[in-house]
């Protein structure tokens, strides 16, 4: 079993930037690919970005260039730390943002993850 902690959601104001981190501990050596995925009212969940064991990165559209994904281990591989740099941020960011931790290979995902979500609001 991986579990997942976030942290970092919170209220900010349109041009504003807020940071999310999402510690995973437990089986680490079980998931390949962590991410953010989030999910506003009345809305499905969509992926935002993720990043593999290697450093590759994916993005949805309405993110490029203003979000920011990577990720760090502890010296022992205890705990991966991902996190998610939020600039720019618009209204429409708004939502319940989910950590994902997974294995992937040849793009079918299994032992997926989830963390309980934290909530970004941006508004004026």
């Known amino acids: 079993q991986v579990q997942l902690v976030e942290s970092g959601g919170g209220l900010v104001q349109p041009g504003g930037s807020l940071r999310l981190s999402c510690a995973a501990s437990?089986?680490?050596?079980?998931?390949?690919?962590m991410g953010w995925y989030r999910q506003a009212p009345g809305k499905q969940r969509e992926l935002v970005a993720d990043?593999?064991?290697?450093?590759?990165?994916?993005?949805?559209?309405s993110v490029k260039g203003r979000f920011v994904i990577s990720r760090d281990a502890a010296r022992d591989n205890s705990k991966h730390t991902v996190y998610l740099q939020m600039n720019s941020l618009k209204p429409e960011d708004t939502a319940v943002y989910y950590c994902?931790?997974?294995?992937?290979?040849?793009?079918?995902?299994?032992?997926?993850?989830w963390g309980q979500g934290t909530q970004v609001t941006v508004s004026s």
């Open positions: 437990g089986n680490v050596f079980s998931v390949n690919v």
């Open positions: 994902n931790a997974r294995f992937e290979y040849r793009g079918t995902s299994s032992n997926e993850h």
């Open positions: 990043i593999t064991a290697g450093g590759s990165t994916n993005y949805a559209d």
